[in-house]
């Protein structure tokens, strides 16, 4: 006996059908505007053939064949999304909107990028294929006229949008040590230009503004040349700083600690201004910290630059406490090259040094019965030097977590502060007023009371003292800023040859 659904479930069904039936022509109907609206808009009623789905299996075989999209994974999952709609046909075409973003993204070597890079004379021969009627003569080419603008569009713009608010080049792809949290395009980022309603608005809201950046475009402009630099070099470094200032990587917090490398400066920000400033002297660099000359970086053998094993680090992390007449454990690659050498040279060095050496951590009461010409001795044995006036770690470092083992310290060597090119540590940053700093971290409680007592100490002793409040430090490199006081340019020299490697990738994109 067959069963027939009840009057009621029946009645709803019908209704739900009827639902759907009604969104799915109205889907429809919305769909076949396509046509009609670039018919209106370019004058030409060849578009008016367009048949809605038709088109939408178009777009999204294109969309799978082009294999120069350079996100291709978000732009597939978008218009699939969007049943391969021309999104941004259908809402900025008719208002020109398309055809003033083109014209923005002409004027992108204003930001030292080559325009090739955004595919723009793709993007411009669509539009001018979409507004001539002689053109487009029948529904085929009204297809592919349609969906290559659609396409060029939408890579166009997502391109202009993510170099503008995150830079071309990820910093973690081209350098070997870098380790500063930056923030890079997702999928988030990616549909922003999808789902605005004025385009304009929207790619004028995402334009650098930081004064520095400003400058820097004027002067790239305006052709200016830094002093004992040609017109050539002074375009590249300011093109170089340019991108780094359109990373994502810049310090948000009230207050900071902030190392420029090339510039051999320390600056402790507060509020966005500066309440501490020092010298510093950072890692040696390649090349015996020459500048690095106008030829271009191969990176052929390897995917990213090949740093000189003393070079300081780019990163951020955060001070979390200070050590207060430092032991300093000597690094094995010191005790290898450094240390044992001058043991073996001289019997008394390890004595007049305060050096204590461990084997299997335990102390060594005689150091002078290991043979120091055997081989691996440094890598056998340990060693540390006790706190003191020679400790090369001076009387205080400044802790923060990271993976190459730095931080920032005092040092005994104070005439390394009045060379011109302070590169000269084995990636540690000594600082030129300790003191002043740890005043600047801690205030002037009793943490810091205790840190100057101890420091100024006849016997010192180790002592580890916690921030209560962690501050953010980044050790950063740019090698063109603008002055905080002058308001100007400074350029430093490109120490590590890190200007060298990001010059050659801008300009192989």
């Known amino acids: 006996m067959k069963r027939f659904p009840s009057p009621v479930?029946?009645?709803?069904?019908?209704?739900?059908?009827?639902?759907?039936?009604?969104?799915f022509e109205g889907c429809k109907r919305s769909r076949s505007d396509i046509g009609a609206l670039v018919a209106k808009e370019s004058g030409n009623k060849v578009f008016k053939e367009i048949d809605a789905e038709v088109f939408a299996e178009k777009l999204?075989?294109?969309?799978?064949?082009?294999?120069?999209l350079r996100n291709p994974d978000f732009t597939a999952a978008l218009y699939a999304a969007k049943d391969y709609e021309p999104v941004l046909t259908m809402k900025f075409l008719a208002d020109s909107s398309i055809k003033k973003a083109a014209l923005r993204i002409a004027g992108v070597s204003a930001h030292g990028l080559p325009m090739e890079m955004f595919r723009l004379e793709k993007l411009n021969g669509f539009i001018s294929k979409i507004y001539d009627k002689e053109s487009v003569k029948n529904v085929d080419e009204a297809y592919a006229a349609l969906?290559?603008?659609?396409?060029?569009a939408a890579s166009s713009l997502t391109d202009y949008a993510n170099a503008m608010q995150f830079g071309v080049i990820s910093p973690r792809r081209i350098y070997a040590q870098y380790y500063t949290s930056t923030k890079r395009p997702d999928s988030v980022s990616f549909t922003k230009v999808f789902e605005t309603?004025?385009?304009?608005?929207?790619?004028?809201?995402?334009?650098?503004?930081?004064?520095?950046?400003?400058?820097?475009?004027?002067?790239?402009?305006?052709?200016?040349?830094a002093p004992g630099l040609s017109a050539e070099e002074t375009a590249r470094i300011l093109k170089v700083n340019l991108e780094r200032m359109r990373w994502k990587n810049r310090?948000?917090?009230?207050?900071?600690?902030?190392?420029?490398?090339?510039?051999?400066?320390l600056q402790v920000i507060n509020q966005n201004r500066v309440e501490l400033a020092m010298k510093v002297c950072v890692g040696e660099g390649r090349n015996d910290n020459a500048?690095?000359?106008?030829?271009?970086?191969?990176?052929?053998?390897?995917?990213?630059?090949?740093?000189?094993?003393?070079?300081?680090?780019?990163?951020?992390?955060?001070?979390?406490?200070?050590q207060v007449n430092p032991v300093w454990n000597i690094p094995e690659s010191i005790a290898t090259n450094e240390i044992s050498v001058q043991a073996a040279k001289d019997r008394y060095y390890l004595a007049n040094n305060n050096i204590d050496v461990f084997y299997n951590g335990k102390k060594v009461d005689d150091p002078e019965t290991i043979d120091w010409s055997a081989a691996g001795v440094g890598k056998t044995y340990t060693f540390k030097q006790r706190p003191g006036d020679?400790?090369?770690?001076?009387?205080?470092?400044?802790?923060?977590?990271?993976?190459?083992?730095?931080?920032?310290?005092?040092?005994?060597?104070?005439?390394?502060?009045?060379?011109?090119?302070?590169a000269v540590s084995h990636g540690c940053v000594r600082v030129e007023k300790p003191l002043e700093l740890a005043q600047a971290l801690f205030g002037t409680g009793s943490k810091f009371e205790k840190?100057?007592?101890?420091?100024?100490?006849?016997?010192?002793?180790?002592?580890?003292?916690?921030?209560?409040?962690?501050?953010?430090?980044?050790?950063?490199?740019?090698?063109?800023?603008?002055?905080?006081?002058?308001?100007?340019?400074?350029?430093?020299?490109?120490i590590y040859g890190l200007d060298a490697v990001l010059f050659t990738y801008l300009g192989r994109l």
């Open 9 to 23: 479930i029946a009645g709803l069904f019908l209704i739900v059908l009827s639902a759907l039936l009604f969104m």
């Open 60 to 68: 999204k075989a294109a969309i799978t064949a082009d294999k120069s």
């Open 147 to 152: 969906v290559g603008l659609e396409i060029a």
């Open 197 to 225: 309603k004025d385009l304009d608005a929207f790619l004028d809201s995402i334009q650098p503004k930081d004064k520095a950046y400003l400058l820097m475009q004027a002067a790239l402009a305006d052709k200016q040349t």
């Open 251 to 265: 310090p948000t917090q009230d207050k900071y600690v902030f190392v420029n490398i090339p510039d051999f400066s």
């Open 291 to 322: 500048a690095v000359a106008l030829t271009e970086y191969d990176e052929n053998d390897l995917k990213k630059d090949r740093p000189f094993n003393r070079e300081t680090p780019q990163l951020s992390s955060e001070i979390h406490s200070v």
């Open 390 to 422: 020679d400790n090369s770690l001076g009387k205080i470092k400044f802790l923060f977590d990271n993976q190459s083992s730095v931080y920032l310290h005092d040092t005994p060597a104070k005439a390394a502060f009045s060379l011109p090119v302070r």
């Open 451 to 494: 840190i100057k007592t101890e420091m100024a100490s006849k016997t010192p002793k180790a002592e580890n003292l916690s921030l209560d409040k962690k501050v953010p430090v980044y050790l950063s490199y740019q090698t063109c800023w603008m002055d905080a006081g002058t308001g100007k340019l400074r350029f430093a020299r490109d």
